[in-house]
Structures are given as structure tokens and as C-alpha cells.
């Protein structure tokens, strides 16, 4: 069984104090159920940042993204092109998922 917790806030917000094109991936398997990186987890964490940014420098965009299974490998590949347009990817799957996505 897969258990998952989002880190605290103020942490992802140091995370990516340079970052102009943030992606920010879910998994809506595991860690859907587990409340802590489905798509509205996604989306919840993602307003998070825009406002913990908000009138900070650089100025950030901010891409939200899902998939079913970010522990897949054919699952992620309709990332790519997100993937290669971001400055930082960050990653709400289990270990599994951000690994797999990481060698991807």
C-alpha cells in the first residue's frame, strides 16, 4: 500500500524561487486516493503557489498537469512536449512515480 503526503508549503515555495514555467504533474492513482497528488491536489497546490508568488521576481506560469499512472512509462509520454517547455517540473506522484518520470 502506498502512502503519500505533500511536503509543507513553505519548502516547494524555496524549491522553486527561480523558476519562470513551473509543471506541475499528478498522478491520479495512489496518491489520488490519498489525497496528496490527484488532479485536484494538482490544482489546489498550484493556486498555493501562484499566490505565495504573486508579485515576486521572476514572474511565474504555472502548467497543471495530470496523468493516470505516473509510475507507467507509455502514461507520461504525453508530457514530453510540457516537459521540454518548463524550467522545472514538480512532481505529486509516490516515489515510484517521480523516478520513473525523472529517467523519462
Given at each position: 500500500?502506498?502512502?503519500?503526503?505533500?511536503?509543507?508549503?513553505?519548502?516547494?515555495?524555496?524549491?522553486?524561487?527561480?523558476?519562470h514555467?513551473?509543471?506541475?504533474?499528478?498522478?491520479?492513482?495512489?496518491?489520488?486516493?490519498?489525497?496528496a497528488?490527484?488532479?485536484?491536489?494538482?490544482?489546489?497546490?498550484?493556486?498555493?503557489?501562484?499566490?505565495?508568488?504573486?508579485?515576486?521576481?521572476?514572474?511565474?506560469?504555472?502548467?497543471e498537469?495530470?496523468?493516470?499512472?505516473?509510475?507507467?512509462?507509455?502514461?507520461?509520454?504525453?508530457?514530453?512536449?510540457?516537459i521540454?517547455?518548463?524550467?522545472?517540473?514538480?512532481?505529486?506522484?509516490?516515489?515510484?512515480?517521480?523516478?520513473?518520470?525523472?529517467?523519462?
Amino acid at each position: 500500500m502506498i502512502v503519500a503526503e505533500r511536503k509543507p508549503l513553505s519548502e516547494i515555495v524555496a524549491s522553486i524561487a527561480g523558476a519562470h514555467k513551473l509543471l506541475v504533474v499528478g498522478c491520479n492513482t495512489c496518491v489520488a486516493v490519498c489525497m496528496a497528488g490527484g488532479e485536484r491536489e494538482v490544482a489546489v497546490l498550484s493556486a498555493a503557489l501562484r499566490l505565495a508568488r504573486r508579485g515576486t521576481q521572476p514572474a511565474i506560469e504555472i502548467v497543471e498537469r495530470s496523468v493516470e499512472r505516473q509510475c507507467e512509462v507509455e502514461f507520461n509520454q504525453d508530457l514530453a512536449e510540457a516537459i521540454s517547455q518548463a524550467d522545472l517540473v514538480l512532481s505529486m506522484a509516490c516515489g515510484v512515480g517521480v523516478q520513473t518520470l525523472a529517467e523519462q
